[in-house]
């Protein structure tokens, strides 16, 4: 009972902690520790949450999460899964409805995961196939490809093989040469680190929890920190100067309207913005020290999730 | 690009030009200065249909293959995918700068406007 209550106080500080975490203001300072502080802050809630529910539904074998789980299969197995028997002898109704619950949240987390990828993996497919068709190169703009529509964008195509960056025409008429090369520069920058896998899982999540308004606030945070990462590596070749001006020139061409209500999404800054400000006026990098510590207290808080769910308590 | 991707781009365009629905002989013939064999026309044409870009409906003995949609419409849905409109997307394409409603539009206007004044 003792790590029940143990693993739902974490589960709660970790959903407290993720609202402060989004207000914070350090996280654009050290955009990749920011990233991992959302991925650890999300295992840490799945595997507290889950972890509490199971500490209280299989305290009655005494022997913890881990050993429960055995017990429970061995139980089972003894039982022909047969669950108003297991309720009958061992563990309660409630009990038995805690486990139940546990099962389909994993469940649930798992299949969105799953569902997500695969969706990811059709859409990429045929943006793929169709920009084989209609997509064509241009030796004026290198490592780029080039689909005729007069509205701004430019993005990438991630992929194992067969990774593109595509810039729209609309795009070539509004950027001038160098900031062109700094937007391809951000964009390969996203395919060299395969930022799309690190942020599939909080797709998946929102996929799992639709209409749940917090995942989509927090999906959207590590969408922009993931931004600044490939900002961050793109001025590395670029000047930031380059870089913010194309930003500002692609929100500025007002091209991609959304019809209303589609991205109703109210932040107290443009994202943009955010970017364009912390490319024109650099903010301190986060030290050496306190990256160490950020990624210490993760590491504490997922050494002692593990605990709880391995000793009986 | 590898020339299997070569030749559907070629068909295609063949497809788009034409508007009338083709056998894999007209557009072979369309194709004549690139002297290809019956049957690699009919592969690629396969390719085509099962990608789901050309439709094709039987006449007789042969099939006759139109496109599914316009060029236009498959731009303008690489476009719309690319730009984040459709919400269950966002995970498959990364996008320089997503969408942005009026008012982001607006702000940024005028953070451009100021930018862009110490340069003149």
Redesign the interface.
């Given at each position: 009972m003792v790590s029940a209550a143990l693993l739902s106080a974490i589960a709660v500080s970790c959903c407290v902690a993720a609202a402060r975490f989004r207000q914070a203001s350090w996280p654009r300072r050290g955009p990749y520790v920011a990233v991992i502080v959302w991925q650890v802050l999300g295992l840490a809630w799945g595997f507290s949450t889950i972890g509490a529910l199971l500490a209280f539904g299989l305290a009655p074998y005494g022997r913890g999460v881990v050993g429960g789980l055995i017990a429970l299969v061995d139980d089972a197995r003894s039982h022909d899964l047969y669950l108003s028997t297991i309720a009958g002898t061992t563990l309660g109704a409630t009990q038995v409805g805690a486990v139940i619950l546990a099962f389909s949240l994993t469940l649930l987390l798992f299949s969105g995961l799953v569902a997500?990828f695969v969706?990811?993996l059709r859409?990429?497919r045929r943006?793929h196939?169709?920009?084989?068709?209609?997509?064509h190169d241009d030796p004026e703009v290198p490592g780029a490809r080039i689909?005729?529509?007069p509205?701004a964008?430019?993005?990438?195509?991630?992929g194992v093989l067969r990774s593109e960056v595509?810039v729209?025409a609309g795009a070539l008429e509004v950027l001038d040469r160098s900031e062109l090369a700094a937007?391809i520069a951000?964009?390969h920058a996203?395919l060299r680190q395969r930022?799309?896998l690190v942020?599939?899982p909080?797709?998946s999540l929102?996929?799992a929890f639709p209409h749940v308004r917090m995942i989509e606030v927090y999906?959207r945070a590590v969408?922009l920190l993931?931004e600044m990462c490939?900002d961050d590596q793109a001025r590395r070749e670029r000047s930031p100067k380059e870089l913010?001006?194309?930003?500002?020139?692609?929100?500025?061409s007002?091209t991609?309207?959304?019809?209303?209500g589609?991205?109703a999404v109210t932040t107290d800054e443009?994202?943009?913005?955010t970017r364009?400000s912390r490319l024109?006026y650099p903010v301190q990098q986060l030290s050496r020290r306190q990256t160490t510590a950020v990624l210490s207290a993760a590491v504490a808080l997922l050494g002692t999730i593990m605990v709880l769910w391995s000793m009986p308590l | 690009m590898n020339r299997l991707g070569d030749l559907e781009r070629a068909v295609m365009d063949v497809l788009w030009q034409r508007n009338e629905p083709l056998t894999v002989r007209d557009v072979g013939r369309a194709l004549a200065d690139r002297d290809l064999a019956h049957t690699t026309v009919m592969t690629v044409l396969d390719r085509l249909a099962k990608k789901g870009v050309v439709a094709r409906d039987r006449e007789g003995r042969a099939w006759r293959y139109r496109p599914a949609a316009s060029r236009e419409n498959y731009v303008s849905e690489l476009m719309i995918d690319a730009l984040g409109e459709t919400g269950d997307r966002d995970a498959a394409l990364a996008a320089f700068v997503r969408s942005m409603n009026g008012n982001e539009a607006e702000a940024l206007r005028r953070a451009l406007e100021d930018t862009d004044e110490p340069r003149t």
């Open positions: 997500s969706q990811v859409v990429r943006h196939d169709l920009l084989g068709l209609v997509a689909l005729d529509h509205a964008a430019a993005y990438c195509l991630p595509v729209s937007v951000h964009e996203h930022h799309d942020l599939l909080f797709s929102k996929r999906y969408a993931i490939a913010a001006m194309a930003l500002l020139r692609f929100g500025a007002g991609s309207q959304v019809p209303a589609a991205l443009p994202e943009v913005l364009v024109l | -």
